[in-house]
């Protein structure tokens, strides 16, 4: 069974950057699609980015899109998304989980699984 670990959050200023990342173990990793969720204090989980097994397919929630880049190396069993121009809004535990279900939508959190531990990104004004 794969589990995924998530590394790379840290306390930043606004404006800054970081890139967080998704190490995998297990054979199977680049079969699955991997999502990023972010769930700040009070407020629902989103779905912020996914990327397909093969990284050629890419998603992006509108509240990050254009700030973020989700990419993947499978020979490291690691996906990856790095966050540029961060804000204060940013700030959340960010997880990676890998798509099990296929629904209408990459953006809900219940076709997804293996869960990660999450790492906590916090931004400062």
């Known amino acids: 069974q794969v589990q995924v670990v998530e590394s790379g959050g840290g306390l930043v200023q606004a404006g800054g950057s970081l890139r967080l990342s998704c190490a995998a173990s297990?054979?199977?990793?680049?079969?699955?699609?991997v999502g990023w969720f972010r769930q700040a204090p009070g407020k629902e989980r989103e779905a912020i980015a996914a990327?397909?097994?093969?990284?050629?397919?890419?998603y992006y929630a509108d509240s990050v899109k254009g700030r973020s880049i989700i990419s993947r190396d499978n020979a490291k069993n690691t996906v990856y998304l790095q966050m540029n121009s961060l804000k204060p809004e940013d700030t959340a535990v960010y997880h990676c989980?890998?798509?099990?279900?296929?629904?209408?939508?990459?953006?809900?959190?219940?076709?997804?699984?293996?869960w990660g531990q999450g790492t906590q990104v916090t931004v400062s004004s």
């Open positions: 989980a890998l798509r099990l279900r296929y629904g209408s939508t990459w953006t809900n959190g219940d076709q997804y699984g293996n």
């Open positions: 297990g054979r199977s990793f680049s079969t699955y699609t």
């Open positions: 990327i397909n097994g093969r990284g050629a397919i890419t």
